[in-house]
């Protein structure tokens, strides 16, 4: 197997182990003489795999069972962009949101459809360069915040005062990877395909006293009461999805929890933007503020239009694949999510200086 080095934003990396014992199950789970892909999602061979997910997720981010409840839906973040307002927010009332990137900005048009949105702080005049300064309102409903933003390259270290609201987390992008008291949540989102499994589910954790005051008169597929109650079974699971999150789930585990895998996300990080503040005016991150540098998404640009161009075809040379930054930025964007090994950012940091040295 010759595998490159992805630094696509998602779907991103995934184990090495946990793509060999998935491979061998979508020919034959176990010894059910049926694929992973074909099992009933109401039989015996997937009811463990489901409950031991579940039990699993809330496990890694060190919450009780007995305190938080968990959903495993399809329809991405994108989706709880609507369904969180549509379960929390009603006539009257208003929710703060963070505007820090394009995703916080589509969760506000979201919301913005049910009910009130306070903005508490926004960094769009600086072009998202950096984490803006936060004012709650003081009265919302709940407050919600992107805790890494992909398309930008920042990300949220130090959780907010929220003038005693909720706090509500798009976490889409680092969980599972920085070492958090995510029982300071009340309700966490995050689509899988980034630090946690494939693209096609979404985990949903939620404070069960939160979720108590949830609207009782919702579509059933759009209520949280209903996928949580019904163990996200209401309708056929995504199956194949939440097979390989508990089995990325237990990779992490055997690595040592979220602790270390933080702690080696912050030495792979760092070695790369030491090669770009070591590399100006050839190379410079495109985040103003260095605390609010992301560990996962590291944005950045190269001096001239002829110098990106060559130095993307340098980097493709050598095996690396998924640099360019989102299409509505540019630049460059090195996405090092959980399984993406130490290895791949040394070469990246080594090409940066030599192609620096080259020519700067």
Request: glycine share 10%.
């Given at each position: 197997?010759?595998?490159?080095y992805?630094?696509?934003?998602g779907p991103?990396?995934?184990?090495v182990p946990?793509l060999?014992e998935?491979?061998?199950s979508?020919?034959?789970?176990?010894?059910s003489?049926m694929?992973?892909?074909?099992?009933?999602h109401?039989?015996?061979?997937?009811?463990?795999v489901h409950a031991?997910?579940?039990?699993?997720?809330?496990?890694?981010?060190?919450?009780?069972?007995s305190?938080?409840?968990l959903?495993?839906?399809?329809?991405?973040a994108?989706?709880?962009f609507a369904m969180?307002?549509?379960?929390f927010?009603?006539a009257?009332?208003?929710?703060d949101?963070?505007?820090?990137?394009e995703?916080g900005a589509k969760?506000i048009?979201?919301?913005r459809r049910?009910?009130?949105?306070?903005?508490?702080?926004?960094s769009?005049t600086?072009n998202?360069?950096r984490?803006p300064?936060?004012?709650?309102?003081?009265?919302a409903?709940?407050?919600?915040?992107?805790?890494n933003?992909?398309?930008?390259?920042t990300?949220?270290?130090?959780?907010?005062k929220?003038?005693?609201a909720p706090?509500?987390?798009?976490?889409?992008s680092?969980?599972?990877?920085v070492?958090?008291?995510?029982?300071?949540f009340d309700l966490i989102?995050a689509g899988?395909?980034k630090n946690?499994g494939?693209?096609?589910?979404?985990m949903v954790?939620?404070r069960k006293?939160?979720?108590?005051t949830?609207?009782?008169?919702?579509?059933?597929?759009l209520?949280y009461?209903t996928q949580?109650?019904?163990?996200s079974?209401?309708?056929?699971?995504?199956v194949?999805?939440i097979?390989?999150?508990?089995?990325?789930?237990k990779?992490?585990a055997a690595?040592?929890?979220?602790?270390?895998?933080?702690?080696r996300?912050?030495?792979?990080?760092?070695?790369?933007?030491?090669?770009?503040?070591?590399?100006?005016?050839?190379?410079?991150?495109?985040?103003?503020?260095?605390?609010h540098r992301?560990w996962?998404?590291?944005t950045?640009?190269?001096?001239?239009?002829?110098?990106?161009?060559?130095f993307l075809?340098?980097?493709?040379?050598a095996g690396m694949?998924g640099?360019?930054?989102?299409?509505?930025?540019?630049?460059?964007?090195?996405?090092?999510y959980n399984?993406?090994?130490m290895?791949g950012?040394?070469a990246?940091?080594?090409?940066?200086?030599?192609?620096?040295r080259r020519k700067g």
């Amino acid at each position: 197997m010759n595998r490159i080095y992805n630094f696509s934003a998602g779907p991103g990396t995934l184990p090495v182990p946990v793509l060999e014992e998935a491979s061998q199950s979508v020919l034959e789970f176990q010894n059910s003489g049926m694929s992973i892909l074909e099992l009933s999602h109401r039989g015996k061979w997937y009811d463990p795999v489901h409950a031991e997910a579940q039990a699993q997720v809330l496990a890694t981010l060190g919450l009780s069972e007995s305190e938080y409840a968990l959903a495993l839906l399809g329809g991405g973040a994108s989706l709880q962009f609507a369904m969180l307002p549509l379960n929390f927010l009603g006539a009257g009332q208003t929710a703060d949101y963070v505007d820090a990137g394009e995703w916080g900005a589509k969760a506000i048009g979201e919301a913005r459809r049910v009910g009130t949105v306070h903005l508490a702080g926004s960094s769009k005049t600086t072009n998202y360069d950096r984490l803006p300064e936060l004012t709650p309102s003081g009265n919302a409903r709940y407050f919600h915040l992107t805790t890494n933003n992909t398309i930008e390259g920042t990300q949220v270290f130090a959780l907010p005062k929220t003038g005693g609201a909720p706090l509500i987390a798009d976490a889409s992008s680092d969980i599972f990877g920085v070492d958090r008291d995510y029982s300071q949540f009340d309700l966490i989102y995050a689509g899988a395909q980034k630090n946690a499994g494939p693209a096609g589910v979404t985990m949903v954790v939620v404070r069960k006293s939160f979720l108590e005051t949830a609207h009782k008169d919702l579509a059933p597929m759009l209520s949280y009461q209903t996928q949580c109650e019904k163990q996200s079974l209401y309708n056929t699971p995504p199956v194949f999805p939440i097979y390989v999150l508990g089995l990325t789930l237990k990779w992490i585990a055997a690595e040592g929890g979220v602790a270390a895998i933080a702690a080696r996300n912050q030495a792979k990080a760092e070695a790369i933007y030491d090669a770009l503040d070591a590399c100006a005016p050839v190379f410079s991150s495109c985040v103003a503020i260095k605390e609010h540098r992301s560990w996962m998404n590291l944005t950045f640009r190269v001096a001239t239009a002829e110098l990106e161009k060559a130095f993307l075809a340098e980097a493709v040379a050598a095996g690396m694949d998924g640099l360019p930054g989102h299409r509505n930025v540019g630049g460059f964007r090195a996405s090092i999510y959980n399984a993406f090994p130490m290895a791949g950012c040394d070469a990246l940091a080594a090409l940066i200086r030599d192609f620096a040295r080259r020519k700067g």
